[in-house]
């Protein structure tokens, strides 16, 4: 074989098996917006996509994976929260914000305004983001915690509203002076409300 | 004259009219949003639009409904918070959020989300959404106390970043439970939170 057709051969099956995972993600996608992360079987992923189940797990790191991969996340919430779930609960709330400022500020920074941006400008990228929130931070966030279930999510969405707006404010907006405030000021602002949030005294439901 | 003619006569006026309004917003947008508002003066949108100055004040109410109305602006913000200005700083906390989710339950709610995702969505939008901040929404909330410019500025920029945070979990990403909670819930949890911002201790700058 020349090496100009074996170079021809190798780039024909990169293109296939990009092909294939784009395909699983497409059906993906489409199935998690519209049915929810636990309404959404890895078989049935395949058969709209109509590739042999097996391949899922070639392509992606199970179904957790599958749904981090078609969000195309730029860090991984696992490994962005690990510092701060391992404080005590009580203890969270301004290094949360800390954490997650110092993921804005680092050169991931074009790539979370993509995300924001195309989760508010888009429903099913909403409804994708929803179940990573569900999935991948609110369970991280709030473990530790004695709440009841309904408690973890009323808090965590509560959490999420002000981080949410904080980079908005910060980084899409850039309202002064919160834009141009050192991260330290802001964790010493907005981490108190953010501890009231994950464990403070709430108004009873 | 026919009354076939006197309708196209009217109906030539109109559009002309409609063109001299549309040049001008056109001019004002783009003067506003690369100078600010300090930064651009009737003189020079007349200027930029090619038109005779008395024309601004004859189509916009000044330079401050000038500034409105190239932001399309679905309420006015001094009517939208003149019951909450009435009510003592200390006070102000709740009544703020509640206003606001009203605003959003009215039918005023897809133009409101159409500002939003147009803020977020572009630059220019940023830039004139912070200067109706700082020019409209920002005097009138912090309004009767007694801080300096600074933490006015540093306060109201942080009750900015809970509610912008609040109004998009609840009506753009819509997470649960926070985007279903009846609007006196939302008020009785979030409001502290305004009310600290607006009024109470913060972190020595």
């Known amino acids: 074989m020349k090496p100009s057709q074996r170079h021809r051969s190798r780039r024909g099956r990169r293109g296939a098996a990009e092909d294939t995972r784009g395909t699983i993600l497409a059906a993906a996608?489409?199935?998690?917006?519209?049915?929810?992360y636990e309404g959404t079987s890895l078989r049935r992923i395949a058969r709209e996509a109509s590739v042999?189940?097996?391949?899922?797990?070639?392509?992606?790191?199970?179904?957790?994976?599958?749904?981090?991969?078609?969000?195309?996340?730029?860090?991984d919430p696992g490994e962005v929260l690990a510092a701060v779930v391992e404080l005590?609960?009580?203890?969270?709330?301004?290094?949360?914000?800390r954490t997650l400022l110092q993921l804005w500020e680092s050169p991931l920074q074009p790539a979370l305004l993509t995300?924001?941006?195309?989760?508010?400008?888009?429903?099913?990228?909403?409804?994708?983001?929803?179940?990573?929130?569900?999935?991948?931070?609110?369970?991280a966030v709030m473990s530790g915690t004695e709440y009841d279930d309904g408690q973890k999510e009323l808090r965590g969405s509560l959490v999420a509203s002000q981080i949410l707006g904080l980079v908005i404010a910060r980084y899409v907006v850039?309202?002064?002076?919160?834009?141009?405030?050192?991260?330290?000021?802001?964790?010493?602002q907005v981490g108190p409300t953010v501890q009231r949030y994950l464990t403070g005294e709430l108004q009873p439901g």
């Open 88 to 97: 005590p609960p009580d203890q969270r709330g301004e290094a949360l914000v």
């Open 52 to 75: 042999d189940p097996a391949l899922l797990h070639h392509y992606f790191d199970g179904k957790d994976g599958l749904l981090a991969a078609s969000v195309e996340l730029p860090a």
């Open 174 to 188: 850039r309202l002064e002076p919160v834009a141009a405030l050192p991260v330290e000021d802001v964790v010493g």
């Open 29 to 36: 996608r489409m199935l998690f917006a519209e049915h929810g």
């Open 115 to 139: 995300l924001i941006r195309s989760t508010i400008g888009s429903k099913r990228q909403s409804a994708l983001m929803r179940e990573i929130f569900k999935r991948r931070i609110l369970n």
